[in-house]
């Protein structure tokens, strides 16, 4: 379904709000594409994947939104889920952009992060966004499923991803409310499928707290005072 271009409204507010109406209808269709999602999503989470999520400007703090529902929590207390946003690693960022140019700010980090069984969501309003498109196909490269959230399709970055959510709307403003939006949805989803994934997994072995390091030489054992002392043969 097309978003109708809404007249011009008396009002600077009015204008918004016709353009979010005028793109929320079209918005409805995707209610079972993002449940599926979600159900995907979860059962991935709950296996120990990942979720990895990149975009620029106004489309990276959706982004962080985005992580840090999962991370945290949307509605209800459960486990924590991995989700990463690229472009918050910021030293990391700044250093591959530096060394080997901005289109290879998020590829670079998606070759280095991503498992076959992640996932990769890339945020852009145009859909034409070329460090995007370059970490969609360091993601396809790496085995990674990539789904995307931009404006108007067709458009480069829904092409090269699995599948996309494509917000009707000619407003970059409105696409970006609305992917906020679906971002909710999504995770809410992520959490109506999680205790079934859950459930799903075998039992977890022991949790390992981080890295075991050894340092120096291994100690001695103290030695018994009440045995014997050694001897018998020549020294």
């Known amino acids: 379904m097309t978003a109708a271009t809404p007249g011009p409204g008396a009002t600077v507010l009015e204008d918004h709000l016709s353009l979010l109406a005028a793109a929320l209808l079209p918005l409805r269709a995707a209610e079972q594409m993002l449940a599926r999602w979600g159900e995907e999503l979860a059962q991935r989470l709950a296996a120990g994947g990942r979720l990895l999520v990149a975009g620029n400007g106004g489309s990276a703090a959706e982004a962080q939104h985005l992580t840090a529902e999962l991370v945290g929590k949307l509605r209800h207390d459960r486990q924590p889920l991995s989700a990463i946003a690229l472009h918050a690693e910021t030293s990391a960022l700044t250093a591959i952009a530096n060394d080997y140019g901005y289109d290879e700010a998020f590829a670079r980090q998606v070759r280095a992060h991503g498992r076959p069984r992640d996932h990769l969501l890339l945020m852009s309003t145009s859909g034409t966004s070329s460090n995007l498109l370059t970490a969609a196909h360091a993601a396809r490269q790496t085995g990674i499923r990539c789904w995307a959230f931009t404006g108007p399709a067709p458009n480069p970055l829904a092409d090269l991803c699995h599948e996309h959510l494509a917000i009707d709307s000619p407003d970059g403003q409105v696409v970006q409310e609305l992917h906020l939006v679906a971002s ?24 390992r707290a981080g890295v075991e390091v050894v340092v120096g030489e291994p100690a001695l054992t103290e030695p018994d005072p009440t045995a014997p002392a050694g001897g018998g043969g020549p020294a």
């Open 184 to 207: 909710h949805v999504l995770c809410e989803y992520v959490e109506l499928a999680l205790p079934a994934a859950l459930a799903a997994e075998p039992a977890a072995g022991p949790v």
